[in-house]
């Protein structure tokens, strides 16, 4: 019935309620020992006591002399099936021994006033006795001092009394501790039966049920353990759920361009005119792109999913200069569509707990996505904002969004009615799931002169690690038609006017 295995609940808590009950039970036995003792020898010592009085009441002054009549009764008091001793001792007042053991040893303590007798011990011939004194007072032949009587016997008879009581003390304590193991046992059977019946009921679920583990009947102590099970169960669901979507939406998405692709080719093999072979490779050329760039958003998504990576590096790091250096990166494309593009500094640093490559990602999408959907021949600012908080803008002149489509386009490849320019749809859907893991805030507005959109993303700000806020001073920033947008100054209202081309 029990468990041999040391990690067994079980036996573990049965042994943390034993193993005090066992030291309990050695130090009772220790008290129960000194307590058997002290009443064997309260018992033996009241015999020796009643021995002795009956010598001393034989003990009279005839014709001037001491006689002692030794009755046989009190000897007889302390008879027992023991092969032990008994001494006895009269002793005038004058020291000398009228009867008995001369060699008795007298007590080394005072007699008590009266009758009382005075008990203790001495080594006599080799070995430990136990002596009673008593003191009589004779008259006649002018006594000066009483009679002492002594009574001694040896141990033998004391210490089987002493531990026949400890044994029917221990006996008894061994046999409620065994009632207890069994009793306690019996309990833990019974009070982790719950437990037994959540094993069977978890190992009986197929491998893809990730439901929530019911607690009832569970005691409090275990819904604790319950509920983080849950929640990591629910972790891996969503990562679950996650992944199958992302495999849902790579087949969805790239199996029209694969067709188009592979068509493309097949009817181009079956032709010999040069022209529509060189057209259709630029076309294949620009599906390969468009794949290509799908397959990176696509991996950038399934990367930025907070619950897909958990522990991502996240470091301190100065948002005003990652926003800086991403929008560089974007000049070039923004001369192509001839964008002015443009960055305002914050007024002083803007420190924020992130991971850098992420982030850029972030705010590389919120470019884009700025650019792509923003009018040609427009204006694309990124603002940093660090005043009660570090925020990010980015604000374009656009169409921008709809209302009613303000809660769909974080979606995944979702695109709003009349867009025709291109893209996959899922560069939002990747801000969001980076702003998610940075535990950001994403608000969607409109533009500071009543068109276009400004996407916000309010970040948790880290705590200053250096020496103190710094400035940035205007910095020139090449604009989508090719002149100079000066850099706005340190002063960043919260809706400042858009840069413009002199």
């Known amino acids: 019935m029990f468990s041999k295995r040391h990690d067994s609940l079980r036996v573990q808590l049965l042994l943390w309620l034993l193993i005090p009950l066992l030291l309990l039970f050695v130090f009772n036995a220790w008290l129960s020992n000194r307590a058997a003792v002290a009443v064997a020898n309260g018992a033996f010592d009241r015999l020796l006591s009643a021995s002795a009085e009956a010598i001393a009441e034989d003990v009279e002054v005839q014709d001037g002399a001491i006689k002692v009549d030794l ?177 849902a939406d790579a087949s969805h998405q790239m199996r029209t361009p694969l067709a188009e692709i592979r068509t493309q080719i097949e009817y181009t093999l079956r032709q010999s005119d040069p022209v529509l072979l060189r057209q259709t490779l630029t076309d294949v050329h620009a599906d390969v792109s ?68 992420l982030l850029r990602e972030l705010i590389g999408n919120l470019l884009d996505n700025a650019m792509q959907h923003g009018r040609h021949g427009g204006h694309v600012v990124a603002r940093v904002i660090a005043d009660y908080g570090v925020a990010l803008e980015v604000e374009d002149d656009g169409p921008g969004v709809p209302e009613d489509e303000r809660a769909r386009v974080f979606e995944r490849f979702f695109r709003g009615k009349g867009r025709e320019s291109p893209g996959s749809g899922l560069g939002l859907a990747i801000v969001r799931n980076i702003a998610e893991s940075h535990r950001a805030r994403i608000d969607l507005r409109v533009g500071s002169d009543g068109a276009g959109l400004c996407v916000r993303v309010t970040f948790q700000a880290a705590p200053q690690l250096g020496t103190g806020t710094t400035s940035r001073a205007p910095a020139p920033v090449a604009s989508g038609a090719g002149t100079p947008v000066a850099w706005n100054g340190p002063e960043t209202p919260a809706a400042p006017a858009r840069p413009r081309s002199p």
Do not use: C
């Open 71 to 247: 009755p046989y009764a009190a000897l007889q008091l302390l008879e027992s099936n023991m092969q032990e001793r008994i001494f006895y001792r009269v002793v005038a007042p004058d020291g000398k021994t009228i009867t008995g053991y001369d060699d008795l040893p007298m007590p080394t303590r005072a007699m008590p006033a009266g009758d009382e007798s005075l008990p203790y011990r001495a080594d006599y011939r080799g070995e430990p006795v136990y002596l009673v004194a008593l003191s009589k007072q004779l008259y006649g032949a002018a006594l000066a001092a009483p009679v002492t009587i002594i009574v001694a016997e040896t141990g033998e008879a004391r210490q089987a009394l002493s531990h026949r009581i400890v044994a029917d003390a221990l006996l008894r304590q061994s046999l409620l501790i065994a009632a207890a193991a069994v009793l306690v046992w019996y309990g833990l059977v019974r009070g982790l039966r719950p437990l037994e019946r959540l094993r069977a009921s978890i190992a009986a679920r197929p491998t893809s049920d990730l439901a929530p583990i019911e607690a009832a009947g569970v005691p409090s102590e275990v819904r604790t353990l319950i509920s983080a099970l849950n929640h990591h169960t629910a972790r891996i669901e969503r990562l679950q759920s996650g992944r199958q979507q992302l495999i």
């Open 290 to 357: 468009a794949l290509g760039q799908l397959l990176s958003q696509l991996l950038l998504l399934a990367r930025s999913d907070p619950d897909a990576s958990p522990d991502q590096r996240i470091e301190p790091l100065d948002l005003g200069r990652l926003v800086q250096s991403t929008t560089l990166e974007f000049v070039a494309a923004a001369r192509r569509r001839e964008i002015d593009i443009a960055y305002d500094a914050p007024a002083q640093r803007a420190e924020v707990l992130g991971n850098p490559l």
